[in-house]
C-alpha cells in the first residue's frame, strides 16, 4: 500500500473542495481558489472533513498516481490556507533587485537589467535589496517562477556570486594557485 497515498487529508474549517466528475478537483479557501483535473482511475471521496484517496488495483502505474494524487490535493488544500513562499538571495557586487509595479528588475553583471514580470497569482516581495520573496497559492507556480528568476544569473562556484535559493549551500571550488 502506498504509505503518502493512503494518508488521509483533512479539511480545515473555511475550506470548500468540490469533486465533479472526471476528477476535477475545485478547492476554495481564504487565500483564493485552485483548481485541477486528476488522474480518472483514482477514487477521490470527501467524507465528514476527510478527503481519502484509494487506487482501483495494484498495477505500477496505479501505485506510482496513487501518491501523487493524495499529494496534488494537499497541496491545493495547504495553498488556499496558508499559500506557498520561497527565498532567493541575489548575491555578487553590485548585483541587486528592484521592484517596479508588478515587474521585478535584477541587476546581475550584464550590460542590461533583467526585467521580469510576475505571472498571475504569483507575486514577488523584496526584503532589502538582495533577498526576493516569491509568494502564491499554487506550489507549481511559485516552485516553477523561483527557479525561473534563479536562472537569470546561477551561482557561480568560485565567489559565490548569484541568485540562489535561501535554504541552498553552493558547493565552493578552490581557485587556481600561482607557479613558483
Known amino acids: 500500500m502506498s504509505r503518502i497515498g493512503k494518508l488521509p487529508i483533512a479539511v480545515p474549517a473555511g475550506v470548500t473542495v468540490d ?6 478537483v475545485t478547492v476554495k479557501g481564504p487565500k483564493g481558489t485552485l483548481e485541477r483535473v486528476l488522474p480518472a482511475e483514482m477514487e477521490i471521496k470527501l467524507e465528514d472533513g476527510v478527503i481519502t484517496v484509494s487506487r482501483p488495483n495494484d498495477l505500477k502505474k496505479m501505485k506510482s498516481l496513487h501518491g501523487l494524487t ?30 517596479q509595479g508588478k515587474k521585478l528588475v535584477l541587476s546581475l553583471g550584464y550590460s542590461h537589467p533583467v526585467e521580469m514580470t510576475d505571472p498571475e497569482g504569483i507575486e ?18 511559485v516552485g516553477q517562477y523561483a527557479a525561473e528568476i ?28 600561482g607557479k613558483k
Open 124 to 141: 514577488t516581495v523584496l526584503d532589502g535589496q538582495n533577498v526576493i520573496i516569491v509568494k502564491g497559492i499554487d506550489k507549481e507556480k
Open 70 to 99: 493524495r499529494t496534488l490535493v494537499h497541496n491545493m488544500v495547504v495553498g488556499v490556507t496558508e499559500g506557498y513562499e520561497k527565498k532567493l538571495e541575489v548575491n555578487g557586487v553590485g548585483y541587486r533587485a528592484a521592484k
Open 19 to 24: 469533486i465533479a466528475e472526471n476528477n476535477k
Open 150 to 177: 534563479r536562472t537569470k544569473r546561477l551561482p557561480e562556484p568560485y565567489k559565490g556570486k548569484g541568485i540562489k535559493y535561501a535554504d541552498e549551500t553552493i558547493r565552493r571550488k578552490v581557485g587556481k594557485t
